[in-house]
């Protein structure tokens, strides 16, 4: 993760009233154990950053499965109908990854747990992450319940391709048995 900081100086310019202004732009990897005194003071800020870093990574890598499960699912008949068990489930510890992710960064803004943190509003990434973990609650969520209803056979999860379940009727026939077959009479 990167920590950006814009400096802004103003000089007296050459002219009665006039203002020179020198803007500079500067990103760093964050948080730096000696820069941000992660050894020390800002030690569990550090951790729980550092975490939540983890934790977004993690939810990245179970999107990603998610993806090829649905690729390798919807590329087979034979998987088509199960695929959406693997899909939900990855969808969703995404989505649980993301909100971990998001719960430990609103707890620190909220609590100021960084002295730079004190005139920092969190960024697009924040909101990015928040209609992340939303987002795949309510697609996983929606996948399930598609999921049963095919499942079940309801025409409007399944497409054309409904169906319902072949029972096995050996297992309601009476078997009689036919004199002479099979005994010693």
Not at 77 to 93: D, K, P
Request: with cysteine; proline share 3%.
């Amino acid at each position: 993760m990167e920590r950006c900081e814009r400096t802004t100086i103003d000089f007296p310019g050459p002219s009665n009233g006039g203002r020179l202004e020198y803007t500079d732009y500067e990103c760093r990897q964050f948080p730096l154990r000696v820069q941000d005194k992660c050894d020390d003071e800002n030690r569990l800020f550090c951790a729980l950053w550092t975490s939540a870093q983890y934790f977004t990574e993690l939810g990245i890598g179970f999107a990603a499965m998610g993806l090829v499960a649905l690729a390798i699912g919807v590329s087979t008949h034979s998987r088509r109908r199960r695929v959406w068990r693997a899909v939900a489930g990855l969808v969703i510890l995404h989505a649980v990854f993301q909100l971990v992710t998001f719960i430990l960064v609103t707890e620190l803004y909220r609590k100021d747990r960084f002295p730079a943190f004190e005139h920092a509003k969190p960024g697009i990434g924040y909101v990015l992450n928040a209609i992340s973990w939303v987002s795949g609650f309510v697609v996983g969520a929606a996948v399930i319940i598609t999921g049963i209803a095919a499942d079940r056979g309801q025409k409007w999860a399944a497409g054309n391709r409904s169906y319902t379940p072949i029972h096995d009727h050996r297992r309601h026939r009476s078997y009689t048995s036919i004199q002479g077959y099979g005994t010693n009479a």
